[in-house]
């Protein structure tokens, strides 16, 4: 048991990547408490949890309240008296030209993927300084945070903002005792990736550009996640881990 005694929060832990990182938390012992804005996913997740004996506490919460966001950690604080890892996961993805890209949909995905990591990372680290007893703040980046991919300019610029915060966060709270990493998945397969995964062309074509030669599982994030959450990552922090079966590496 990695985490046993441990709370850990994970947002958009409904879906996909999410969903496996919660998973995997609680079957280590963690008490594991789900942000998410699906009420119903979420209580979907909540209860094959509680199925399998783990303490779980489902918020509906859009990460992009602070208001909301304060209310779920205050519930999660309420329950277990402590928070002592982050998961900032919730996320979208929306392909768009750059030059088609809406102001709105620039807005989105930096209030979603951005901003929102800011308002939980802020409010969680506080209440963990003031804890005394440090943490372990892991924000869901992407390779896209680290090289660009056409038709993805505010979905790339959310991501390699999220790096940036993470490594401010990281040279700001190291004297706490709190360790911040980012995660960099490569392609996974969930719903944000399905219509390329459910066209069997493309995705044998984008298979190719794996060097592993095959897409991720969201398990495989879920291990690296269980990484940086536990003290075998005691001496990593402002790190970001890619998990891409060799894309980035590849020149062509
Ligand atoms: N799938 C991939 O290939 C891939 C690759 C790199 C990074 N990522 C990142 O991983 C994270 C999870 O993605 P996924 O592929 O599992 O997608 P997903 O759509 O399956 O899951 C995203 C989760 O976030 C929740 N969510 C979305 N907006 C929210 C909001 N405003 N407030 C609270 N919750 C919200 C959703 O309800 C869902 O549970 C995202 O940050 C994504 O950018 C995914």
Redesign the pocket.
């Given at each position: 048991m990695r985490l046993k005694d441990k709370v850990a929060l994970i947002?958009?832990?409904?879906?996909?990547?999410?969903?496996a990182v919660s998973l995997r938390f609680a079957r280590e012992g963690a008490k594991v408490a789900i942000?998410?804005?699906?009420a119903e996913?979420l209580e979907e997740i909540n209860a094959l949890l509680r199925a399998e004996g783990a303490e779980v506490l489902g918020v509906v919460?859009?990460?992009?309240s602070k208001s909301q966001v304060d209310t779920m950690i205050d519930k999660v604080t309420a329950q277990w008296g402590k928070l002592d890892i982050v998961v900032n996961?919730?996320?979208?993805?929306k392909p768009s030209a750059f030059l088609e890209i809406m102001e709105e949909d620039w807005d989105r995905h930096l209030n979603?993927?951005l901003k929102?990591a800011f308002l939980v990372s802020q409010r969680a680290a506080r209440d963990m300084v003031h804890q005394g007893t440090g943490g372990s703040i892991i924000q869901?980046?992407?390779?896209?945070g680290l090289a660009a991919e056409s038709d993805q300019a505010h979905?790339n610029a959310s991501?390699g903002g999220l790096n940036l915060l993470m490594m401010s966060m990281a040279l700001e709270l190291a004297e706490y005792g709190i360790r911040v990493n980012s995660l960099?998945?490569?392609?996974?397969?969930?719903?944000?990736?399905k219509p390329l995964i459910e066209n069997p062309q493309a995705i044998g074509t984008y298979v190719k550009t794996i060097p592993m030669r095959r897409v991720?599982q969201?398990e495989d994030i879920a291990d690296a996640a269980l990484f940086m959450a536990s003290d075998e990552s005691r001496y990593m922090t402002g790190h970001c881990l890619v998990i891409d079966g060799g894309q980035l590496i590849k020149l062509s």
């Open positions: 947002t958009g832990g409904s879906h996909g990547i999410g969903r942000a998410d804005n699906e996913a919460t859009d990460v992009q996961n919730a996320g979208i993805c979603v993927n929102g869901m980046s992407s390779v896209n979905y991501k960099c998945p490569g392609f996974i397969e969930t719903r944000l990736t991720g969201p």
